[in-house]
């Protein structure tokens, strides 16, 4: 793996600026979804049927938000957007873990819709952070930051809620969420490579500032890249579910957290090979080799091996993401990518939404192996369509090349 080209890329401020900012805004999000889930079942004595419907409200809320506060960035900039996030964020965080469910149901998702869109500012911010060539690696560092706010944040929120009442302990964390969505208020990252929008004197795009029109890049290249990160998330998602119902089936669930942190390493790992290549990979050929590495857990015997092949499975989990960004990157104008990039969180949200349930259905119907199964072959299937429909869409692009350089 060329450590040159982290060198390289890690010598740029404003990236490595990106990437703390990135960790710091994530882990409150990451860790108060546990504790979220913790609150109102161990809190509010409510069913883990329930926990699971304010989860659901925030996420469809979050997937809603996406493409509109995305719009948002691209036409008023980072600052215009981030102050209402941070002023809904905490009026509804500061009442929401001292009342009822119904009441924390309806501010989680109403905190959802003003959701700061930290994914997209984050990802603009270290995609206008390094020049063209350097760019797939510098996403790569921002998967491993991601990674390791997933492995930190639950982890202390959990750590929390055995220690403190839920209901602090989830405000404490929503406020943190909150005092990262200031931090990056104050540090007003760049967001684009070159200044492409008229700028007020504190930095913030003028009002009325035309973006890049919808119908210019909402097209099939785009909607197919978004459609490899659904999947993947698909994936991902039950994947998540069956450990945890592979685990109970072994009587292990004391080894629930190591199995998925060693999975999360797997992928952070991979995520930084994949960031040292030479190429780019298409990320539907990284999406089957997710399927087809998340297969063989199905025949895990144990703790042991299940722990290994989670390992190898998570190999691919980075740089699969990785390549979806990066390459909505490259067929977005940068003018409408925080538009884009917030469509392609809402397609990985939706993903992860519908691979829960499916992979939890296919377990309640046969096993755990049939979690697994169903998740993987699915992402398999789509990775081979999609692989299909690009090629055909490249070679056309690459004889049309060819016909204009005859007619030249």
Known sequence: MPVARYRRVLASRALRQALVLGFLVRMPIFGGSVVLTLHVAATLHRSYAAAG?????????????????????????????????????????????????????????????????????????????????????????????????????????????TQWPTSWVLFAIEMLGVGAGILLWVANPALHEEPEHSVDDAGNAEPGTPAAPRSSWFRAPFLTICLAAAATTVVLGGTDITVVAALRHFDAQSTIGGVLAVWGLGSLLGGLVYGGLRRSVSAFWLLGGLGLVTLPMALAGGVVSLAVL?????????????????????????????????????????????????????VDRASWPAGFTVVAVLGVLVALVGAVATSGRARQRRAQRIGERVAA
């Open 53 to 161: 419907l304010v989860s659901a409200a925030a996420t469809i809320a979050i997937a809603i938000s996406g493409p509109w506060r995305g719009r948002l960035l691209d036409r008023q900039g980072l600052r215009r957007v981030v102050v209402p996030s941070i002023v809904v964020a905490a009026a509804c965080w500061s009442v929401a873990p001292f009342v009822g469910y119904w009441w924390l149901l309806s501010l989680a998702a109403l905190a959802g819709l003003f959701v700061i869109p930290s994914f997209s500012i984050i990802r603009q911010a270290v995609i206008a952070a390094v020049p063209d060539d350097d760019r797939r690696t510098a996403i790569s560092l921002d998967s491993v930051a991601v990674e390791l706010s997933f492995m930190v944040g639950p982890a202390a929120g959990v750590w929390a809620a």
């Open 310 to 362: 989670a390992f190898v499975a998570g190999l691919f989990c980075a740089p699969t993401i990785t390549a979806t960004v990066d390459q909505v990157s490259r067929v977005v104008p940068s003018a409408a990518r925080g538009e884009a990039m917030g469509w392609h969180g809402s397609f990985m949200t939706g993903g992860m939404a519908l691979g829960a349930p499916l992979a939890g259905a296919a």
